[in-house]
């Protein structure tokens, strides 16, 4: 083989961490490969994986060194595929493809494959856009449903409650029963409406909207579960800390997966949510005032 060229420590350094991240993201790809039911997607996944593999054999050319996969970052996206579903990841992996093209115009001038391998990539990404058709995001709109009354409605009645009950068992019970009643009551009217709507998957988008309202009752309530009979006011704080929790990782989700700006739909489910929970925990303060209850 040809001496290559000497380079940089600064080139030589960029050159490996292409090398690795190129291997890395073969292996994930070819993980995804052996997970897709359409043969069409399986074969468009295959050949994406063979030519970052591709591209990792020409960074060795010039690195001269033998470079692994990230076993981390490969279990880490295995998991998120798992948690999230392959559109999720690959839009992440797509994400970074374009941060990695941006590194790699750095070594056009040193490196003459350096353009090819740009314009594989950027197919890459035409590809990988062509491909995602999950099922699961089909139903986008009925988790935020869900998602969005959970919030609204539990978040606002959990505060207000707090300083009426101020005792975490009672909110909690409280909070449960309500949630519980409320999760039925939402997946059985999302059923009815995508049924009048004329959707033959009415029930299925029905169970999203309930399994999303059912698990962000669970979260609101837990803090009131984990903190002493006393201790509301904390586990209010830690409450509110969960809404914004749970607001900013289901936007992020969708705004991945979705191809839309994270920021201003955090900004406004954060701001409704929020503004409720104050609204109620200031009735529920007054209430506590006027009628003069003491639970304690």
Same mark, same amino acid.
């Given at each position: 083989m040809k001496k290559q060229p000497s380079h940089s420590a600064a080139s030589q350094k960029l050159m490996l961490a292409f090398q690795k991240d190129e291997i890395t993201s073969s292996c994930i790809y070819n993980?995804?490969?052996?997970?897709?039911?359409?043969?069409?997607?399986?074969n468009v996944i295959e050949k994406i994986a063979a030519d970052e593999f591709k591209h990792a054999e020409i960074w060795k050319q010039y690195t001269q060194q033998n470079v692994?996969?990230?076993?981390?970052?490969?279990?880490?996206?295995?998991?998120?595929?798992?948690?999230?579903?392959?559109?999720?990841?690959?839009?992440?992996?797509e994400l970074n493809e374009f941060s990695g093209i941006k590194g790699l115009r750095q070594l056009k001038e040193e490196i003459t494959e350096v353009g090819r391998i740009i314009a594989q990539e950027e197919e890459h990404e035409k590809f990988l856009i062509s491909l995602l058709d999950e099922e699961r995001l089909n139903y986008v709109g009925a988790m935020?449903?869900?998602?969005?009354?959970?919030?609204?409605?539990?978040?606002?009645?959990i505060a207000g409650l707090t300083f009426v009950l101020t005792n975490t068992t009672l909110i909690a019970m409280a909070g449960i029963i309500?949630?519980?009643?409320?999760?039925? =009551?939402?997946?059985? =009217?999302?059923?009815?409406?995508?049924?009048?709507?004329?959707?033959?998957?009415?029930?299925?988008?029905?169970?999203?909207?309930?399994?999303?309202?059912?698990?962000?009752?669970?979260?609101l309530v837990l803090p009131y579960l984990l903190f002493p009979e006393q201790m509301f006011v904390p586990a209010l704080i830690c409450m509110i800390g969960v809404v914004i929790v749970l607001i900013a990782v289901f936007n992020f989700y969708i705004a991945v997966v979705k191809s839309e700006p994270?920021?201003?739909?955090?900004?406004?489910?954060?701001?409704?949510?929020?503004?409720?929970?104050? /609204?109620?925990?200031?009735?529920?303060?007054?209430?506590?005032?006027?009628?003069? /209850?003491?639970v304690g």
């Open positions: 993980r995804f490969s052996k997970h897709m039911k359409d043969q069409k997607n399986r692994g996969p990230d076993r981390l970052k490969i279990f880490w996206y295995g998991l998120l595929t798992y948690l999230l579903g392959y559109t999720f990841v690959i839009k992440l992996l935020v449903l869900g998602l969005n009354d959970a919030l609204v409605e539990l978040t606002g009645t309500t949630g519980i009643a409320a999760t039925l =009551s939402m997946a059985a =009217s999302n059923y009815l409406a995508e049924r009048a709507d004329g959707n033959p998957n009415a029930l299925k988008a029905s169970v999203y909207t309930g399994f999303t309202y059912l698990f962000t009752v669970v979260f994270f920021l201003p739909k955090f900004f406004e489910m954060s701001g409704i949510s929020l503004s409720v929970a104050l /609204i109620s925990f200031l009735i529920g303060l007054a209430a506590k005032m006027c009628f003069g /209850i003491d």
